[in-house]
């Protein structure tokens, strides 16, 4: 049983199909504590919304009582994502009549296609110049929607919110404490069930993200619709030739390889939109890997089709590279198949009371 005064925050990676929770111990060498994956009704959370919080309490309430969990008094840390964050790197210049707050307000209000009252805002200056002398400073604007739909379910189940992140950061900070820091550009792909994530990082430091409205529900629907089954049929066929349980047949291998090629045609041209356009804040410096994460990046043919294109190695995280696992409470099979999917959650884990939210 997990103990009521436990200092380390309850990681909850809220997506669209599942919860991820994930609880690290330990100090500088993390261990894993407590993981899982709570599956979700369809349609509860969209993008990045929670539609129906009572639903999502009552998932998490029934996996608590089930795993001996005791909730009461829990401190949380969350993520929020899709629609729900607003992420901007922006560059300031030194202005001795204003403070970096108000010109990073200032800043967002100009980027950001939203009502600042519809929103909480907060900035994170990197702590870098670029070559003109100015502050790189990252905005963030969460909508309150998403952060009250976040409180609700938090609170329904008598937890309380510790830490409020963004999923991009989340990952970020879990590929860097897994892989440490690179000289040239690194690219995070985030494929969900209702979205792909490209996320680019650079010596530690977030650059750019774009969401593409394709992720597995895409592949899914397609093959759905053209064998002519419900959705729950077409999952299965999804998973199992992606798994090599079962070899596809022609329908399947073709509609897998259209949509494949219509994702990494989408995860190309946002490489190329970043890389060649004015907002690059590393100009010059090469794309050189890429990094697939997510329960949707294991879909037959995609990794081969996006390396292809993209002519970098990719590959697929592992976001327990450098944490410690128990093997006998967390197969190394299990972990090796789906281990890709709690790269968020993950990412979470590794924050700490007190961090800048």
Not at 102 to 129: K, T, V
Not at 240 to 266: G, H, K, M, W
Request: glycine share 8%.
């Amino acid at each position: 049983m997990i103990e009521l005064f436990s200092r380390s925050l309850l990681a909850l990676d809220i997506g669209s199909s599942s919860i991820k929770l994930i609880e690290l111990s330990g100090g500088r060498q993390k261990k894993v504590r407590a993981m899982a994956n709570i599956s979700l009704p369809a349609g509860v959370v969209q993008n990045g919304v929670i539609k129906d919080p009572a639903a999502v309490q009552e998932q998490m309430r029934e996996f608590f009582k089930a795993n001996r969990i005791l909730a009461f008094g829990r401190r949380v840390c969350v993520t929020l994502s899709g629609n729900a964050v607003l992420i901007k790197r922006v560059s300031l210049a030194p202005d001795k009549d204003k403070e970096l707050a108000e010109q990073a307000y200032y800043a967002a209000e100009q980027h950001f296609q939203h009502s600042m009252n519809d929103l909480e805002f907060d900035f994170y200056n990197i702590g870098s110049l670029n070559e003109r002398g100015e502050s790189n400073v990252i905005l963030v604007g969460a909508k309150r929607e998403a952060i009250d739909g976040l409180i609700e379910i938090v609170h329904g189940n008598r937890m309380k919110i510790g830490v409020v992140e963004a999923d991009v950061f989340a990952l970020s900070n879990m590929f860097e404490h897994n892989y440490g820091t690179s000289e040239t550009i690194m690219v995070l792909i985030n494929v969900g069930a209702s979205c792909t994530q490209v996320t680019l990082v650079w010596r530690g430091e977030y650059l750019y993200t774009r969401e593409i409205a394709i992720g597995g529900n895409e592949y899914t629907r397609r093959l759905a619709e053209a064998m002519a089954v419900d959705a729950a049929a077409a999952e299965a066929a999804k998973i199992a030739v992606s798994t090599f349980s079962q070899d596809p047949s022609e329908v399947i291998s073709r509609l897998l390889s259209e949509t494949n090629d219509q994702l990494v045609s989408e995860i190309q041209t946002t490489i190329s939109y970043y890389l060649q356009g004015t907002d690059n804040a590393a100009p010059g410096v090469p794309f050189t890997n890429a990094f697939l994460a997510g329960g949707a990046c294991r879909v037959l043919g995609f990794e081969a089709a996006l390396a292809a294109t993209l002519q970098v190695p990719v590959g697929i995280l592992n976001p327990f590279q450098n944490i410690q696992v128990n093997h006998r409470k967390f197969p190394a099979d299990e972990l090796a198949i789906d281990g890709q999917k709690y790269g968020v959650a993950v990412g979470l884990g590794l924050r700490n009371m007190g961090d800048k939210t």
